[in-house]
C-alpha cells in the first residue's frame, strides 16, 4: 500500500476530488438490513477516506455529495435518519479535523435544516476556518441547477441595481456567485454504485472534469480504489478542447 501511495502521488495528484457517495441502500439490501444501516456504514467510509485522503495522500480539496435537493422526496424516517447521521458525523469529527488541519466548508443552503444540524455545521464551518491542509467540501441540501439560479438572481439584482453591466457578467462572476466560488473545479468526479450520472452535482463545475465510475457501492469504497481512481486519471489526456501536444 505504501509503495502504490507513493507511485500515485509521483504521478501528480488531482488538485480536487469530488465524491457522489451512492449505493448505501443497496448496501444494506443486499445484507438484508435496513436502508439506515447502508447510511452508518457509508459514514464510516466516508471517515476512512477524509482521514486517508488528508493524512496519507495530502490532497488539496476533497468533496463530499451528502444530501442532495432532491433527497428531501425520500421517506421522512431515512431523511430524519440521515440529518441525525450528519449531525453526529460532524460533532464527533470535529476535533479530529482541527487537529489534522481539515477546513470544512458547505456547499449548499443551510436554511431548511434541522437547526441543530445547522449550528452544528456552522460551528465547525467557523472552528475549522483557518486550517489549510485538506479543503473537505460537504455538499448537503445541495443542487446544482439551484446553485446557478441563485448566482444567477445575485447578478440580476446587482445588474438591476446598476451595481453589476450585465456586458460585463463573464463566467468568472458567474462562478464566483457559486457555493464553490473559492474552489477550483474538480479534476476528478468519482461516482460509486455504477450509476452513470451526476445528478445534479457541480454541472458548471464539472464542465472539463475526469469522471470515474466504478460499480462498487460507497460503503465498500476504501483508499485502494481512490487510488485506483486517481491512477485512471493520471492515464487520461485532459485536453480541454486543444490538441494533444507534441513531443
Ligand atoms: C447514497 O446512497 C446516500 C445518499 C443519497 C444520501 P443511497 O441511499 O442513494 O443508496 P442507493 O442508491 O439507494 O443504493
Ligand atoms: C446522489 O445520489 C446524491 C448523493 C449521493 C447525496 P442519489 O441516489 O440521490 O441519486 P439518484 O436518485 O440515483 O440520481
Ligand atoms: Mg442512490
Redesign the pocket.
Known amino acids: 500500500m505504501h509503495e502504490l501511495i507513493e507511485r500515485v502521488k509521483q504521478g501528480g495528484l488531482p488538485r480536487h476530488i469530488a465524491l457522489?457517495?451512492?449505493g448505501n441502500?443497496r448496501w444494506a439490501k443486499a445484507r438484508g438490513l435496513p436502508r439506515t444501516a447502508g447510511h452508518q456504514a457509508g459514514a464510516q467510509a466516508a471517515e476512512r477516506l477524509i482521514r486517508f485522503a488528508g493524512r496519507e495522500l495530502g490532497l488539496e480539496y476533497l468533496t463530499l455529495?451528502?444530501?442532495?435537493t432532491?433527497?428531501w422526496s425520500r421517506p421522512k424516517e431515512e431523511v430524519d435518519f440521515l440529518m441525525d447521521l450528519l449531525d453526529r458525523f460532524i460533532a464527533e469529527k470535529l476535533r479530529e479535523f482541527v487537529e489534522e488541519g481539515v477546513r470544512l466548508t458547505v456547499l449548499g443552503d443551510l436554511s431548511p435544516l434541522p437547526p441543530r444540524l445547522r449550528k452544528t455545521v456552522e460551528d465547525a464551518v467557523t472552528a475549522t476556518a483557518d486550517n489549510s491542509k485538506l479543503y473537505l467540501n460537504v455538499?448537503l441540501n445541495y443542487g446544482s441547477r439551484q446553485e446557478i439560479l441563485r448566482a444567477c438572481r445575485t447578478l440580476a439584482a446587482a445588474a438591476a441595481s446598476g451595481r453589476l453591466d450585465p456586458d460585463a457578467i463573464g463566467e468568472e462572476a458567474l462562478a464566483g456567485s457559486l457555493y464553490t466560488a473559492d474552489i477550483p473545479d474538480p479534476d476528478l468526479i468519482i461516482r460509486t454504485s455504477g450509476?452513470k450520472?451526476l445528478?445534479n452535482?457541480l454541472l458548471w463545475q464539472a464542465a472539463y472534469a475526469e469522471l470515474y465510475f466504478t460499480p462498487i457501492l460507497w460503503p465498500d469504497f476504501t483508499p485502494e480504489e481512490l487510488l485506483r481512481a486517481i491512477e485512471t486519471y493520471q492515464r487520461r489526456k485532459r485536453r480541454f478542447g486543444r490538441v494533444e501536444e507534441e513531443g
Do not use: L, Q, T
Not at 455529495?65 to 442532495?68: E, V
Open positions: 457522489i457517495m451512492d441502500g455529495y451528502a444530501f442532495s432532491e433527497n455538499a450509476e450520472r445528478s452535482f
